[in-house]
């Protein structure tokens, strides 16, 4: 029985502490020529990883509603695995200073003052366009007197006031309140999403379908899916929904599976792909603009290596090698139960 129920004690449990493992791989790309590129010369990059943690997922605040759904609340925590890893969180690397860069394109509408201001702060902090720290300070926060300056000044641009780390909000943290359907009514609507965070549809994009919150949570689907079947669910991280499409069958351990991969037109912009026009503004295709639910600090997403991106994308970066295996996004789904056997969710 599939239903989410408190009475169907081995699959409740199974939804509430997912027993399964879950493993983040993180790769970083070392720039190699950070005094070059500023001269003007293109960034050569080298990947270092991937540095693998293991994620622990366990839902809390659990409430069954009247009308066949539960809300709750997913708490994600991450722990270091060193054996699956290729090199320690010890290891350090050069990449691009998002803070000077993000807030640079931040003021660029700012007073004069503010702007000169602002840049002198940067010279006294001995802060420039490249990094160097260790994977430990960049996953999970250092100390920085701009973070306290940039939140005085900027306030909104960070997620935090604390340290600033790429994965420091993450540790420990929830995905906002979920509210699923039980499947108690309706089977073919287990898993799917009511509501999130008390929305039905999200504010942030320019047109109805792109606000839309649609498919499930992204861990589990309805049953019977077929060939024709999509995937779609509801990304917090990406602050959208995605939808994945059937690629192929295949088998892992005996266990027979579809395979569902991310469509070309996902991260398109507008032109190559019309209804994605309500993300934009665009760049190149390949490059998500999350700007409008990240304070506008400017970011963007991609999957790695700019995989199924614009080529011209690939002429701005030396050491970049694209392909589908290591860098598509897929899920592996038992088409019975779909329940996941294999995940590659990389960005």
């Given at each position: ?11 409740y449990?199974?939804?509430?502490d ?73 290891d ?72 600033f ?27 799917k ?87 934009c ?9 999350v ?47 779909n329940?996941q ?7």
């Amino acid at each position: 029985n599939l239903v989410i129920d408190p009475k169907n004690e081995m699959s409740y449990t199974m939804w509430k502490d997912v027993p399964v493992p879950f493993f983040m791989s993180v790769y970083f790309f070392n720039v190699l020529n950070p005094t070059e590129v500023l001269a003007g010369e293109k960034p050569m990059v080298e990947q270092r990883g991937p540095y693998v943690y293991r994620k622990r997922i366990q839902k809390q605040n659990i409430t069954f509603h009247p009308n066949h759904t539960v809300s709750y609340l997913e708490y994600r925590s991450y722990f270091f695995e060193p054996s699956m890893s290729m090199g320690n969180e010890s290891d350090v690397v050069t990449i691009p200073n998002m803070l000077v860069l993000g807030a640079a394109v931040m003021m660029e509408n700012l007073p004069f003052a503010l702007r000169l201001m602002i840049s002198t702060t940067f010279k006294t902090f001995k802060e420039g366009p490249f990094l160097t720290k260790s994977v430990e300070e960049l996953m999970w926060g250092y100390d920085s007197k701009l973070v306290d300056f940039l939140n005085k000044w900027l306030p909104g641009m960070l997620p935090s006031t604390g340290k600033f780390g790429l994965f420091a909000e993450f540790n420990n943290s929830n995905t906002g309140l979920f509210t699923i359907h039980t499947g108690k009514d309706d089977i073919r609507l287990i898993h799917k999403v009511d509501s999130w965070n008390g929305l039905t549809k999200l504010t942030n994009w320019k047109t109805p379908q792109c606000n839309m919150i649609n498919g499930t949570a992204g861990q589990m689907w309805p049953p019977f899916m077929t060939k024709e079947s999509t995937l779609p669910f509801y990304s917090p991280d990406a602050c959208r929904s995605l939808e994945l499409v059937y690629q192929r069958e295949g088998i892992m351990d005996g266990i027979p599976l579809y395979r569902y991969v991310a469509p070309k037109t996902m991260f398109a912009n507008g032109s190559d792909y019309a209804p994605n026009e309500g993300f934009c503004p665009c760049r190149q295709s390949g490059l998500l603009n999350v700007s409008s639910c990240r304070s506008n600090s400017p970011v963007f997403i991609s999957h790695p290596h700019f995989y199924n991106a614009d080529p011209v994308l690939l002429d701005f970066v030396q050491g970049l090698q694209p392909t589908e295996g290591e860098h598509g996004l897929f899920i592996d789904i038992h088409p019975v139960s779909n329940r996941q056997t294999h995940t590659q969710l990389a960005r």
